[in-house]
């Protein structure tokens, strides 16, 4: 809803970047913990996640005013990312330990960007507003963490299960914030 919305407006007007950026780089790791482990739910459903966030981040990108900043975070998180490759690639020759510090990596990510769209937790308390969350997010959030984390318990995974409980806890309190001040109760400041 929030890429058509930007294509219907041709305005990037209170969508948040830093959720689709961190849930994009996210991808990509999941990908490669995927193919180290041979997991093709894992690839399948990563492959097709960051194809689609890389979209968003393009619409984005074309409809920003401040391009320099989009485009400055976008290519700091591809450096990690390139830089976390060649560690995982290069340094570590055990697929085991190479697994296990990429499932590592891979956690630290997904809990980073179940957190992202709370970085704006004091301004939506100060204005009692929750323009700036996406309610559609909220609750793919919510399914996606919900069964992620249902599906790494039954793998007996704990770096699929682990950082997919704040997506639920996250989700959980944005609901909240939606109830407590519903958007159509906005206040203009």
Known sequence: SDLRQMLA???????????????????LSWLGYGCLKQDWT???????????????????????????????????????????????????????????????????????????????LAKIVRTKSTRCLSFPLTVTTFLASTSWTLYGLQLHDPYITVPNVPGIVTSVMRFWLFWRYPPGQDRSY
């Open 42 to 120: 894992l690839i399948t459903v990563n492959t097709i996640g960051a194809a689609l966030q890389t979209l968003y981040i393009l619409a984005y990108l074309c409809y920003s005013p401040a391009k320099c900043p989009v485009l400055l975070r976008s290519l700091l998180l591809l450096a990690v990312l390139a830089a976390g490759y060649g560690y995982f690639t290069l340094l570590i020759p055990d697929v085991r330990t190479r697994l296990a510090h990429l499932g590592l990596f891979c956690s630290v990510f997904t809990i980073s960007m179940y957190l992202s769209p709370l970085a704006d």
């Open 9 to 27: 407006t041709k305005s990037v007007e209170n969508i948040q970047f830093l959720p689709f950026l961190t849930t994009d780089v996210n991808n």
